[in-house]
């Protein structure tokens, strides 16, 4: 079997992003990537970026500012795309004493705003998931996590619960899952959690029953099928009360009857990334800093970790690494940044 090789993606534009927080890919040569951009001064704000993926090359197309230009700082989260010609992105704009969570909705032409949750403070879009023409949305609001779902011609509001923090959500064949945490009281009290929604016309949300994990938080969730689903996050405290760096890898898998927990070979980090090709081929991603980008593969009996081949001076630190899958190929894209603080650049690589 040949050696697989990681090759860097060189961007066009210098002002391109300063990190990739999440990429989708729609084809060999087409897709979508978020992040932000800022200056090489000290207390300039973020700026969310939107990165198109096309046979020119990763170039920025646009910076959130143009959009929301009375917010002091904007930022991208996630994007997930149906097809060349249908995908959504979600941000949160920052004004002064309020914050505007947005969602970007492509159409095959343009890109269009909408802004269901207005303007408050403590407020944010967590996630996005595309399934066909539908279009789930998770977000947070205080202490209170809420689900919204697109009906083709607005954003409907489906569940709002206390005491539940959304972070991520993955939809597919009508069905929707969550994945993230749930506390009694403070952060620190915060434990991973899951959540199953049967059927795209039922707003029943269903939490459901994880091994005993102590504390902690997932942060990415993935159905391959409605028996093999896949979450990943971090066991402690430290995204539950967004510190990072602070705990121990946690992968779960659901096999159509109980969620088990799946240990990891070899030193992990935070579980940034998760994408899958098929059952028997699945991706995790994860960043130490200061020690660079940690990948695992599953070939459908176990998980092996990815030999990396990036320079040595490479580090990840408070950083995300994007994953996903070439549609059609096993070419995968890996995306974030390098560098620490003010000399940071993004880093794309390419798994041929």
Known sequence: MPVARWDRIEPDGVQLAKSVTDVVATGRDDG??????????EDEPLDGVLVRVGLRGWRAVERMDKRFPRAEQTSMRAVDAHGTGYAWAVGNAYLV????????????????????????PDQQFTDVAIDGPRAVLTALRGNRSLLLSWNGERLQRLVSERGERFESVAARGGRTWIAGGQSPGTCEQTRPAVWHRPTSQT??????????????????????????????????????????GHGTPLVLHWNGTVWQEVPLPGEGGRLTGITAAGPNDVWLAGVRDGHGVSLWHYDGRSWTREAMTFEADLEWAESRAALTIVPGTSQLWLAGSTGRDFDRHVAIYRRL
């Open 97 to 120: 004493n309020d914050v505007v969570p947005f969602a970007l909705r492509w159409d095959g032409i343009a890109w269009h705003t909408l802004t269901p949750l207005g303007s408050k």
């Open 203 to 244: 707003a029943a949300l269903e939490p459901m029953r994880l091994p005993e994990l102590g504390t902690g938080m997932l942060t990415q969730i993935l159905q391959i099928d409605v028996a093999n689903v896949w979450a990943v996050g971090e066991r402690g405290t430290g995204t539950a009360c967004d510190h990072d």
């Open 32 to 41: 979508w990537a978020v992040g932000y951009h800022y200056a090489e001064v």
